[in-house]
């Protein structure tokens, strides 16, 4: 029985993309939450949390696109041509928030206002276009002799714009909670009070894209709802409702890491969700990914760089949110 190249690429890809919404999702959703903290000194410890590593973060998605682009060229091609606005528009929303973290600390005083709001811009914008290309490829992509057969703004429904928005949701849930373990004082409590109702929020927009999305796609209707795939599907809701509960407690009694991990957990689960949902499609709903890989021979001697560099990026990750451990004060500084 040979190695199966194909299935260990989408795993890498997978991992890398789970990787990236964790790590980016929690700096980006600091963007998010900036229009609620006036406090300048408040700002500037909310954006010293993640200084030190936003950059790194984003590793995982460029790890994600060139292993696309090397194990499923069919599927860069196709999904792609399909999302090329809303990927171009997340990847400005990108350069901004980028250029913000820089610029705002070297900004007088008086121009500090124009990077705080390039840094809530780019944060919205890169977060809800992300969001929308989610939905799009959740939607399918039509796909005729191996090309894509759709229009430049097929990706534009009301299912894609919700999910964006969403996400936007989700994304600051996970920069409260992250604030929450990392800063102290009054931010930490006004974090704990936005915790709640964002938690809640959460729960309602998962739950109305758990029920929309088997309503407007009957394929995945009935891979959720026929044996055995039920067997599959049915904890995810129930750890979802379980991890919440958690949540919600752990809040109330002011805890500094538990909402963190567990939004981390909320976030896995949802991607877990959403993978037994298209799984093995690699472009939904008509292309696998064995369908889509490169030749073997691609595949296996990219395997070998790519299995050898991961171990790095993962240890270099480690030892840089191990360097900056602890809380962020507001002596605390970033040039």
């Not at 299912?159 to 929450?180: D, E, K, N, R, S």
């Not at 373990?181 to 709640?196: A, I, S």
């Not at 379980?242 to 991990?261: D, E, H």
């Not at 690699?282 to 073997?296: L, M, V």
């Amino acid at each position: 029985m040979g190695i199966d190249l194909p299935l260990i690429w989408a795993i890498i890809i997978i991992f890398g993309i789970m990787m990236y919404v964790i790590m980016d999702g929690f700096d980006l959703g600091i963007g998010i939450l900036f229009p609620f903290i006036k406090g300048e000194s408040d700002r500037d410890v909310m954006m010293n949390t993640v200084a030190p590593v936003w950059d790194g973060n984003e590793t995982w998605l460029v790890l994600g696109g060139a292993a696309l682009f090397g194990a499923f060229p069919l599927a860069y091609a196709v999904v792609l041509s399909a999302l090329y606005l809303p990927l171009i528009l997340m990847l400005l929303g990108l350069i901004f928030r980028g250029v913000a973290f820089e610029f705002r600390f070297k900004a007088r005083p008086e121009k500090r206002h124009i990077w705080d709001k390039s840094f809530i811009g780019g944060s919205l914008v890169a977060t809800f276009f992300q969001g929308v290309a989610l939905g799009a490829f959740i939607d399918g992509i039509p796909v005729v002799n191996r090309e894509y057969a759709g229009g430049g703004m097929d990706w534009l429904s009301p299912f894609t714009v919700f999910c964006g928005l969403a996400l936007i949701v989700a994304y600051a849930l996970l920069g409260c909670t992250w604030l929450i373990m990392k800063t102290q004082g009054d931010l930490q409590q006004q974090m704990h009070k936005l915790g709640r109702p964002l938690a809640l929020a959460v729960l309602v927009l998962m739950g109305i894209v758990s029920l929309w999305t088997p309503l407007a796609h009957s394929e995945i209707a009935a891979r959720w709802f026929t044996l055995p795939n039920l067997f599959w599907f049915l904890p995810v809701p129930i750890l979802v409702l379980l991890t919440m509960f958690g949540l919600f407690k752990a809040i109330a009694r002011n805890a500094n890491y538990t909402p963190f991990l567990l939004t981390l957990v909320l976030i896995f689960l949802g991607y877990s969700g959403l993978g037994i949902s298209l799984w093995p499609y690699i472009i939904p709903p008509s292309i696998t990914i064995w369908e889509a890989a490169a030749p073997p021979q691609s595949q296996g001697f990219m395997l070998v760089g790519t299995l050898f560099i991961i171990p790095f990026i993962l240890g270099y990750t480690f030892w840089s949110y191990y360097v900056f451990r602890g809380k962020v004060t507001h002596e605390d500084g970033y040039h």
